[in-house]
Each structure stands twice: as C-alpha cells, then as structure tokens.
C-alpha cells in the first residue's frame, strides 16, 4: 500500500486513478475540473486544494497531463511539484508530450534529487477502465523496478523501453499507426456500407482475416458493432480528436528531427485536421468520429 498523488483526472486519469483505490493505495488527487474533484470524492480520493497540495505526503505523483506545456509548468514552475513535495516521492508522468520535455524534466529532477520516469499509456479508455492499460516506461531500470506494482494497478503490461523520453517516443509510434489503423477501419467500413454490407458483418470478416487490428476489436468506429465504446455513445468519451492531432504534430516533429519519412503519419494528420475543422464539435469527440469523414451519419448497426 503507497500513498500516491494523482494530478490529472480526465477521460483517462479518473479510471486509472480509481484502479488505485481498488489496490488498497491510499490517493489524493487535484484536478481543474470541479466535477472531476467531485467525481474522484465520490468514489474514495482525497481531493486536494492544488497541485502542490496533491505532491505532498506521498510517496508517488502520477500525473495525466494534456499537453507538454501543461507538463512542464506542473512540475517545473516557481510552485511546481519537482521543488516543492516535502518527502521524496517517485514522479510518474503518464502524460504524451515530446521526448524532450521528458527529458527537460528528468534533468531538472535530478538535480533535485528526484527520481521520474516518462511512463505514457496505451490501451485506450476501456484500458483505463479494465486495469488493463500497457506502461512505456523511459528511466532507469532500479526506479522502474520501484514503481512496477503502482503501475500494475493500473494496468497488465509494463514495458521499460529506455531511458529517459524513450517512453515518449515509443508511444507516439505507437499513436501513429493507431492513427492510421482507426483511418483504415473507418475507410473500409464505409466502403462496405455503400456496398450494401452489414457493418457488423464486415466487422466479423475482418476480425478473422488478414486486415484484424485493435481498431475493429476494442475500439470499432461504427456505432452498434460494440456496446461499450465511444461510437455507440455518440462518440463521446475516449480519446479526442484535439488530442490525437496533437500526438500526430509531435510524431512529425520526431520524424522530421530524425529525417525520417512518414507519408502515413503525414496523411493522417490532414485527415484528422479536415475531420477537426468541418464542424465546432468534432475537436472534442473521439478519434473513432473520423467515421463520419467518410459516412456521414452513421446508423447503429
């Protein structure tokens, strides 16, 4: 049992942060969001009153951040958490942002003595919910081994896959091809559908054929193939659409630093941006809305 602070607590952070009360860890946690306060209250949290508040007294901070600038000013400002925390707690960010900012911080925490690793996830919202997340962990190998079992409260796989940023660059490989993937299965489905095919049938075919991925398993995009996913909600929840071209941008940026072609990843990005800009809406529902890009409107099949 650890006494953890938990910063963050959005479509991913709320699940992840309830799957340590289910452990026996004791948990504070701070958010902007009221509701997000309310709602973590509800289920057992200690709310706190600031983020400096939630790195106090505890023996980890995780934090499930949206952006790098986010990121950085919670642990690195003139009341950041890195100065401020008055045991010497393990820092997680679970955040995705660049490899840099990863590592920008790991810097700054060294030479406060801290530990942190860059431990970004994958496996989505039902992932979150399930306890059945995957960590890609960036860091040294004895702090990995130190928060191994905070993590697997959290999820079933932890994977160290370097040092540090090295998590944060795995990831936004990752989000890459599940860009492309989620653009693929929607593509198909819809050129199925026009045809005449029963999306769910088609849904079956591809699960037992050669085109299978996560997208048509866990996370189809069209509404009624699963119950439990953000397109039979009408696309609410989940992974949002803002924050998959945000992901998008930092795999070009990578790519570009790197010199490496990525025509996909490049396409992808444009897709998302038109699918993004074609109404005020699109921004914050799920990446599986892309559907819509190519049919309008979709039926629960």
């Known amino acids: 049992m650890s006494d953890i602070g938990f910063i963050g607590l959005g479509n991913m952070g709320l699940p992840m942060a309830k799957n340590l009360l289910k452990a026996n860890h004791r948990l504070k946690v701070f958010d902007l969001n009221p509701a997000a306060r309310e709602a973590a209250e509800a289920f057992g949290a200690a709310v706190a009153t600031h983020a400096i508040d939630a790195a106090q007294d505890v023996d980890a901070v995780i934090t499930m951040l949206p952006n790098g600038q986010v990121v950085e000013s919670t642990y690195?400002?003139?009341?950041?958490?890195?100065?401020?925390?008055n045991r010497n707690p393990v820092y997680i960010d679970c955040s995705t942002i660049d490899p840099g900012s990863s590592k920008t911080i790991a810097e700054a925490a060294h030479r406060h003595g801290r530990e942190v690793v860059d431990a970004p996830v994958s496996g989505g919202i039902m992932g979150a919910r399930e306890g059945s997340l995957c960590f890609i962990v960036g860091g040294e190998t004895e702090t990995v081994e130190k928060i191994d079992p905070i993590l697997r409260a959290m999820g079933k796989t932890v994977i160290h896959a370097g040092e540090h940023g090295a998590g944060q660059l795995a990831?936004?490989?990752?989000?890459?091809?599940?860009?492309?993937?989620?653009i693929g299965t929607a593509e198909a489905l819809a050129l199925g559908a026009r045809n005449g095919?029963?999306?769910?049938?088609?849904?079956?075919?591809i699960r037992n054929s050669s085109g299978r991925n996560f997208?048509?398993?866990?996370?189809?995009?069209?509404?009624?193939?699963?119950?439990?996913?953000?397109?039979?909600?009408a696309y609410n929840g989940g992974f949002q659409v803002n924050l998959m071209l945000k992901d998008l941008g930092l795999a070009l940026n990578c790519a570009q630093a790197a010199q490496a072609s990525v025509p996909l990843g490049a396409l992808a990005r444009n897709l998302f941006a038109l699918h993004d800009e074609a109404n005020d809406e699109n921004s914050l529902l799920d990446i599986s809305s892309i559907q819509h890009f190519y049919y309008k409107n979709p039926q629960p099949d």
């Open 215 to 233: 997208m048509v398993d866990r996370w189809n995009p069209w509404p009624g193939v699963l119950p439990d996913v953000p397109s039979s909600h």
């Open 197 to 205: 095919l029963s999306p769910r049938i088609l849904s079956d075919v």
């Open 171 to 182: 990831k936004i490989c990752n989000n890459l091809l599940a860009a492309v993937l989620m």
């Open 76 to 85: 690195l400002g003139d009341s950041g958490i890195l100065r401020t925390a």
